[in-house]
């Protein structure tokens, strides 16, 4: 490795001057490159370089931008755009510990091993990567820079009683958002910092938070490199990241890298948690505090040389081994993926037919997916770039690039929407770079840039007017001082104090916006509070005054007034006898509250009367031993009782019993006792809400649509639901008892003259089919016997199935003989029996069930 000698490893913490040692040394030198790790970095230090040596000595050369002026002396470049056949005095890469980074770490790795100046050449990063370059580079130096400022360790502490000049770090949008929109709220705003924004917007919003305009900045680790800000502390909300594989744990290292923001220069910085985080581990702060983390055990490695004889060779040598032990394959990139998707279309493998197409196919592959989602349609473009490359002489058509870019430049949308656009001019721009892919690559260069501008401003509007409210500390101040706060709540229920939104007034419940849920603040709560006092004394006074239709009761069990819930059902005594509870609020003084409990009380017993009036009935009636019993059991079962629990009592009825609880409305069916009234679908809805409220479960379960009888049966429906809404599970079906009476009379009927099929009747009655009219009959108690002639189920009545209507009345003995049961009663003395004619139906009817 040539002027391995020459290389100087300059290592140590955050906030060490290295990147400042590097710029000083590159001036010394007649000529220079230094190679940066994002373009954010990369334009600071540029404009740090051109101020010293000027403009027009200086070239700043990005992924997506190039500066290039006639006799540049130095270049500023991020790592991945160094142009390393300009030979150069003074060479430097800086945060070389990248090397372990697995998605760019293959670059920084080819820099470490074959970048070099002609006098010097120096890395800078940290101390965890001295062993391995102690191995692969033997004659290297090292130079060990001690942190300017301490670090300490300041434990953990709420957003809100975060101190001034902090930056709260996260790692997802959702979170980055959610943060910033709380501190809108409580300290007047955040500047908002996310690796998906573009630079120049990047720099706005540090621009925002340098100027003093907000006190706190939100931000994912993109702040970890390239970011020199005045912070004086850092709060970690969240200790584990995606990584693009899996949710893992940051390290020590990684913890340290983002920490060591906090305190520039000589002034001293602190970092610690948030409660939603957790606490930071003893042994993570100890580590960050004293700079001391496990060293790196191997960095990424990819060919560097390629061979372009075919694409076949080319994807080979992309797979090559690494050389020594300490180096380990990078994963495949975004270039190599690309590259793989494209060699396996036809159209693109026919055209990479020689060396020169393929390092092409190559170059176009090496185009940056800024959206970092390696989607198809990223391919896709690929695809077509290429295309247009090799088969319309080797430039991109003018009209083409010209729709694209018109497509994209608008400033219309919400923050995720420009920072996609965003990411698309991005790409755009890196390709008119590519001065040899354009007519006009400067008015390309020139137009890309302009439309990245307006976006990326609209962009940094849209973030300044969501996270930044300078009216807050107007707001902040009324709380403090005691004065009435200015209050407006909107129709749909939306408070507005000062002019600030803090949340919604539901029913007499206050509810904050989801930021406000996560990261609640008592003072803005009890400036909530104090504003609302008057407002929720006159929605009470509406309630009491209000009629009865302005109530109702959802499927939650939830009473409404006017729409909003203020109270719910919950079980009392007995199903007939729920109770109202208040959703709770703090903003209901204890006599409202009384009168409000009181309104909903009465309006509720009006409730019950009119959905169970015939169950109330039933408590109340003047009834005698067994018909008050079963009237007792009537109204717990809220209207319907298998009769097989009721034999005794019936048993022990009189004719002035049955007479009593006819005129009550009770039917004493053979299969089910029950109150016919609440067979009506309004009482079957009422019955189903009171038994889940006495149950004690959250939702009520669906009831068969009104005027059905029969439906098919719901497998989730909790156990005794429909027994307890007047309907019965035969089979497949629940049918309401007064059809299940009918249909069982019916079977008796014919079960009379011996083994029987399920005639239409039957089915018209149940609403089913025949093989569903079997699983019905079984459940009443029938066998199943030898299917007749026709081949159709034949079905006989269980032992003592044909017992007497009544009780009381022992039935005669049979003769054996099936009709002997069913002979027609003779007509009563005196009256003439009415001639039917013999061959109208009802003769043949009758002929018929007569027949043996």
């Known amino acids: 490795m040539r002027n391995a000698d020459r290389l100087t490893a300059v290592l140590g913490p955050t906030n060490t001057g290295k990147t400042h040692l590097a710029v000083e040394r590159m001036l010394g030198h007649r000529t220079g490159m230094i190679g940066l790790p994002l373009r954010l970095l990369a334009r600071e230090i540029y404009d740090r370089v051109a101020s ?280 495949e990139a975004t270039d190599h993926l690309a590259l793989a998707a494209l060699a396996r279309d036809e159209r693109i493998a026919r055209l990479a037919a020689n060396p020169d197409a393929v390092r092409l196919l190559w170059e176009v592959c090496r185009i940056p997916d800024y959206r970092k989602i390696m989607s198809d349609a990223h391919v896709r473009l690929l695809a077509r770039i290429y295309r247009h490359l090799m088969e319309d002489g080797g430039r991109l058509p003018d009209d083409w690039v010209a729709s694209v870019l018109a497509r994209l430049d608008r400033t219309d949308g919400d923050i995720d929407t420009l920072a996609t656009r965003i990411a698309h001019v991005r790409t755009w721009t890196y390709v008119s770079n590519r001065a040899d892919w354009l007519a006009d690559a400067a008015h390309w260069r020139d137009r890309a840039r302009a439309v990245e501008d307006r976006l990326s401003d609209a962009l940094h509007d849209r973030l300044t007017q969501r996270f930044i409210d300078r009216r807050t500390a107007v707001l902040m101040r009324g709380m403090k001082g005691g004065g009435r706060l200015a209050t407006v709540i909107e129709d749909d229920g939306a408070v507005a104090v000062e002019g600030h939104f803090i949340g919604r007034l539901d029913g007499f419940r206050f509810v904050a916006d989801a930021a406000e849920a996560r990261y609640a603040d008592r003072a803005l709560w009890n400036a909530a509070k104090r504003a609302l006092a008057d407002v929720i004394r006159r929605r009470a006074e509406a309630l009491v005054g209000d009629p009865d239709d302005a109530f109702a009761i959802d499927g939650r069990a939830r009473v409404r007034w006017r729409g909003a819930p203020v109270a ?218 030898r299917p007749g002639e026709d081949g159709a189920p034949r079905f006989v009545a269980p032992p003592g199935a044909a017992r007497p209507r009544s009780p009381r009345k022992p039935a005669k003995a049979s003769d054996g003989n099936p009709r002997s049961q069913s002979k027609p009663k003779p007509p009563a003395r005196g009256k003439r029996r009415a001639r039917v004619d013999p061959a109208s139906p009802f003769a043949k009817l009758a002929a018929l069930r007569s027949a043996p």
């Open 52 to 331: 010293r040596a000027g403009r027009g000595a200086v070239a700043l050369i990005t992924g997506e931008e190039k500066r290039v002026p006639a006799r540049p002396r130095y270049y500023v470049c991020t790592v991945e755009a160094m142009p390393l056949d300009r030979r150069v005095d003074f060479l430097a890469i800086d945060e070389i510990q990248l090397c372990a980074d697995a998605e760019r770490g293959h670059v920084f790795t080819d820099r470490l091993l074959h970048a070099r100046g002609r006098a010097e050449t120096m890395v800078l990063g940290a101390e965890t990567i001295r062993p391995l370059i102690r191995r692969l580079v033997p004659e290297a130096t090292f130079i060990k820079r001690p942190r300017l400022s301490k670090l300490a360790y300041a434990g953990t502490r709420a957003l809100g009683r975060l101190p001034p000049r902090s930056a709260v770090v996260a790692f997802s949008a959702a979170d980055v958002y959610g943060i910033a929109e709380y501190m809108r709220r409580q300290r007047g705003g955040a500047a908002v910092v996310l690796g998906a924004l573009s630079p120049r917007t990047r720099n706005a919003q540090v621009a925002l938070y340098q100027a003093g305009e907000v006190d706190y900045m939100v931000a994912t680790d993109a702040i970890g490199m390239g970011l020199n800000m005045d912070v004086n502390h850092v709060a970690f909300a969240a200790l584990r990241k995606f990584d693009g594989h899996g949710d893992r744990a940051l390290t020590a290292a990684e913890l340290a890298q983002i920490a060591g923001r906090a305190g520039r220069h000589m002034n001293d910085g602190s970092f610690g948690a948030t409660p939603e985080s957790g606490p930071i581990p003893p042994e993570v702060i100890e580590a960050v505090e004293s700079h001391r983390f496990p060293p790196l055990r191997r960095i990424f490695w990819r060919n560097g040389q390629l061979r372009f004889a075919s694409l076949k060779t080319l994807l080979a040598s992309l797979d090559a081994a690494p050389p020594a032990p300490d180096l380990l394959r990078a994963p």
């Open 568 to 785: 719910r059902l919950v079980a009392g005594p007995s199903p007939l006898a729920p109770r109202i509870a208040l959703v709770p609020s703090e903003l209901l003084a204890a006599p409202t509250r009384a009168r409000i409990e009181t309104r909903l009380a009465r309006w509720l017993a009006g409730w019950i009367e009119a959905a169970a009036g015939p169950l109330r009935a039933l408590a109340t009636a003047e009834l005698r031993g067994a018909a008050r019993g079963i009237a007792y059991q009537i109204g717990c079962a809220l209207g319907t009782v298998p009769r097989r629990g009721l034999e005794g009592l019936l048993g022990a009825l009189d004719a002035d019993d049955r007479k009593a609880l006819a005129r009550l409305g009770v039917r004493l069916g053979r299969e089910s006792v029950f109150q016919r009234d609440m067979l009506k679908p309004r009482q079957v809805a009422a019955r189903a809400l009171l038994w889940t409220v006495h149950g004690g479960r959250a939702r009520v379960p669906p009831v068969p649509p009104a005027g059905r009888v029969s439906v098919a049966a719901d497998a989730a429906a909790p156990e005794g639901f429909y027994d307890a809404i007047g309907y019965r599970r035969l089979g497949p079906l629940a049918l309401r008892v007064d059809i299940v009476e009918r249909i069982a009379a019916e079977a008796r009927r014919l079960s009379r003259a011996g083994p029987f099929a399920a005639t239409p009747m039957l089915g018209g009655l149940a609403g089913c089919s025949a093989e569903a009219m079997g699983a019905l009959l079984v459940d009443l108690g029938y066998h199943r016997a």
